[in-house]
């Protein structure tokens, strides 16, 4: 047969072949595993654009140059370049003058544009309801907190000198979406038209001024903007994208992807294993065909390229079909959300398709490939001699290789090498330690049966009589549960530490810049408004200048000071505390807490381990102080992590009580108030009128909404990982399927009656699921215990439970499972299989 009749020889005999039943398990297996790949990679991308968005509002834009010193033009004119929106701000301190009194202010000049990101919020009076604007104060008029009107005793309406200008109060300021990055603000603020900043006469030549271009638009445009910037930024200047504007939500979202990405890594893997199975049973299925066909005069490498074109006819088939049915999938799981998901959500692009359609290819081409390549070594004598077996072909090789794209497609999913890796050695190692431990218990399964009922010899006794065989179909049912068990214990757990992280009572105000003459008042105003504090802790601001008498400067280099926190830290000036006790959210990495009564020569020192990880400080460092203009020397006694996401006061530097006496400082902290109190803080401000109050009830309003989509993520992503598993499931009961038919007509036909053929299948599938899911705890545990030390950075327990659930579910699963998708060996004619078979 010449080359070119091969591929519609290869068609006639697919479509034969798909009228006869036998593609069924081997497409729907691809079907299923495509169908979930795009669905999820749909549904995940746009809910991750989705949470991104909502993220950005805290920004105000999507990008965020800012400087101390007036940025380049050629910023602007690249970013105006590639379609991006933008909008210039410039901030500052200057006093706010009214006919009787003064105070410092933060004065924040904007432009028409402002906010690219989010809304602002304001008032008509102090604690009334707010308004909703995209727009800014007009010419001539500026919006204030409403602390200030306390303040400088004065009115809406009223007129203040900025300057040398006279601008109107025309409304009180009480939410802007870039806010949250600069809670620790001791002066209130002022929100004023960039048209008016010249007639203020205040920017001079060397003023402290920051100057900040926000930037929005399309993610290519703004990644090609982004590499575009970041080698030419200056020392003082800093980019700062959705991921770093905010540490809250960079966590959340960070968090959210990887459980997303370990999803989508356990249905790829399900989806490998279930295109393995049923491909196996297919190529079996076509041993006699390829024996066949060689009788006939086909050479073996055409035989082989005939089943190989079969395969991509499949491929194309399922993968066309796949991804549209992933569209409808994803398309029908949004309507069901609608009322849940945001208005409008960004399209995810050609990437999921992509990945969808390489993740059906590489898992056809390299699982079922290699259980092909078998059918181009069958020998002609099979067509007499029934029981002779092709030898194996290297098929290790494409195995190698299809593991490596999956491993791929998994770094795409995740973002993160570690956890793909973790997944992939862990994986390996379990896979080899679970499978000789199945082995173990059916050697030690086997004698406990030899004298138990007959249904049970029936149904176990292939299991016991090749128990290797055995224990590779008890490994692949265990490695089944084990990817949905890692899957359900991440949702659970995840979603306790997000929601144990922001509970309902979060603290939702911040108050600075309270006296210590006013501590004991202060708290007992809190407690008639009836408002849970957090402690209180003394703040004076202080800038780390040395490290081991080096300049701290020398250590902060241009290249990591936008990918690194900590580094930053150390170009402002920081907010210092000093405390006797460890604060309840900080826990000791290194060195230990001083004694209340214990005493030191020398001033020590707390430092925060990610800025000490950054700087390389080490415990005996000494570090270099300059507060309120005295130069301090500290020796660090401990270094600590901190939870940053708990709205609790949080410091990088704590010092010993006592080694900055004499020092001026203010009192922090913050509390929770109902809203239903929220008017009684009206009290509070005119009880303590030097207190700053900052209001984050908003902030927790977006974080919960973002932790809102996340839970829905994961709750349905659950669902797709669930599906898949339950298709590998039945493509491992397809895969044993013509053995059991003929095991079951042979018996059938020495006279056992179909009530003991019943009970024997549920004794087999029983056993085989106790111990697939005795198995599959184990490697869950395993898979945790490394996913949680080295990947997500949190503390692993035993999960006592699905210890005693997992080993039950299962085996009732599987022993559902397994009688219904065999009953065809009670439904069928003994006489009609034999005569089938032979």
């Not at 079909?321 to 069901?336: D, E, R």
Request: with cysteine; proline share 5%; hydrophobic share 50%.
């Amino acid at each position: 047969m010449s080359r070119a009749n091969l591929p519609l020889l290869a068609w006639r005999l697919l479509r034969r072949e798909w009228r006869a039943g036998e593609l069924g398990v081997l497409l729907s297996a691809l079907l299923i595993a495509v169908t979930i790949s795009t669905a999820i990679s749909l549904f995940t991308q746009r809910l991750e654009h989705s949470m991104t968005d909502r993220a950005a509002e805290f920004l105000g834009a999507d990008l965020v140059v800012s400087s101390r010193s007036p940025l380049p033009a050629s910023y602007e004119e690249h970013a105006k370049a590639r379609g991006l929106q933008l909008s210039r701000q410039v901030e500052f301190s200057s006093v706010m003058a009214s006919d009787t009194q003064m105070q410092l202010s933060s004065v924040k000049a904007v432009d028409s544009a402002y906010p690219l990101r989010g809304e602002l919020r304001i008032s008509a009076a102090a604690f009334a309801e707010e308004r909703r604007t995209s727009e800014i104060p007009p010419q001539g008029e500026i919006w204030i907190e409403p602390r200030l009107l306390n303040q400088l005793d004065i009115q809406i309406g009223d007129t203040l000198e900025v300057g040398y200008a006279n601008l109107r109060v025309s409304a009180l300021l009480t939410h802007e979406p870039d806010r949250a990055s600069d809670f620790y603000s001791l002066t209130p603020r002022v929100l004023m038209n960039l048209e008016d900043l010249d007639a203020t006469g205040i920017v001079q030549p060397g003023s402290r001024v920051s100057y900040r271009l926000l930037l929005s638009g399309e993610r290519a445009a703004l990644k090609t903007y982004r590499e575009w910037i970041e080698p030419i930024l200056e020392v003082n200047q800093r980019l700062t994208g959705v991921d770093d504007g905010n540490r809250q939500v960079g966590n959340a979202l960070s968090r959210a992807n990887q459980f997303l990405g370990l999803a989508s890594i356990a249905a790829i893997i399900l989806a490998g294993v279930a295109v393995a199975l049923s491909s196996g049973r297919f190529a079996v299925r076509h041993f006699d065909t390829s024996a066949l066909l060689r009788c006939m005069g086909l050479q073996r490498r055409q035989v082989l390229m005939l089943f190989t074109l079969q395969l991509l006819y499949i491929g194309v088939l399922a993968t066309v079909a796949g991804i549209a049915l992933g569209l409808l999938v994803q398309w029908g799981l949004l309507l069901l959300l609608s009322d849940l998901l945001p208005p409008t959500l960004p399209d995810a692009g050609l990437l999921p398709l992509a990945v969808g359609a390489a993740t059906g290819f590489s898992a056809l081409l390299g699982f079922a490939l290699p259980p092909l390549l078998r059918l181009g070594r069958v020998a002609p004598l099979r067509v007499l001699r029934r029981d002779l077996e092709p030898m194996p072909g290297s098929s290790w090789l494409i195995y190698g290789l299809a593991l490596g794209v999956l491993s791929l497609l998994m770094w795409q999913f995740t973002g993160d090498l570690r956890i793909t890796l973790a997944m992939l050695f862990g994986g390996a190692v379990a896979a080899l330690l679970l499978g000789c431990l199945a082995w173990l218990l059916l050697r030690a399964v086997a004698g406990r049966l030899r004298d138990a009922g007959l249904a049970w010899r029936l149904g176990n006794g292939e299991l016991l009589k090749r128990p290797a065989a055995a224990a590779t179909q008890i490994l692949s049912f265990g490695l089944i549960f084990m990817c949905m068990l890692v899957v359900l214990i991440l949702r659970t757990e995840l979603l306790s530490s997000w929601q144990s992280q922001l509970p309902e009572d979060a603290p939702n105000h911040f108050v600075l810049n309270i006296l210590p003459s006013e501590q004991d008042t202060f708290n007992e105003a809190l407690a008639q408004i009836g408002a849970r504090s957090a402690p209180l802790y003394p703040v004076t601001p202080g800038r780390l200048v040395s490290i081991n008498n080096e300049p701290v400067r020398a250590d902060v280099s241009k290249e990591n000071r936008n990918r690194d926190r900590g580094t930053r830290a150390v170009n402002r000036d920081l907010s210092l505390t000093w405390s006797a006790h460890l604060p309840a959210d900080n826990a000791l990495r290194e060195g230990r807490w001083w004694s209340a009564t214990e005493q030191s020569g020398s001033a020590r020192v707390s430092i925060e381990a990610e800025l000490a990880d950054s700087l390389g400080v080490k415990l005996g460092d000494t570090l270099g102080f300059v507060i309120e203009g005295r130069e301090l020397s500290a020796q660090v006694s401990s270094i600590r992590t901190v939870e940053w996401d708990n709205f609790t006061p949080n410091f990088y530097m704590i010092f010993a009580p006592g080694d900055l006496a004499g020092l001026p400082a203010t009192l922090l902290t913050s509390f929770y108030l109902p809203a239903a109190q929220r008017d009684q803080l009206r009290q509070l401000n005119r009880q303590f009128p030097a207190m700053t109050l900052l209001e984050v009830e908003p902030l927790l309003e977006q974080i919960r909404g973002i932790l809102k989509q996340v839970t829905l993520a994961v709750e349905y992503v659950l669902l797709f990982v669930l599906l898949a598993g339950l298709t590998v499931l039945f493509a491992a009961l397809q895969a044993t399927l013509d053995e059991r038919l003929h095991q079951g007509a042979l018996l059938r036909t020495l006279g056992a009656g179909r009530s003991l053929l019943r009970r024997a299948s549920w004794m087999e599938f029983l056993l085989l699921g106790l111990l697939a899911g005795l198995l599959a705890v184990i490697a869950a545990e395993l898979a945790t215990w490394a996913l949680y030390r080295f990947a997500l950075n949190l503390d692993w327990a035993p999960h006592l439970l699905f210890w005693l659930a997992t080993p039950a579910s299962a085996a009732v699963l599987i022993g559902c499972a397994g009688v219904w998708g065999t009953r065809a060996v009670l439904q069928q004619s003994p006489m009609r299989l034999i005569n089938r078979s032979s």
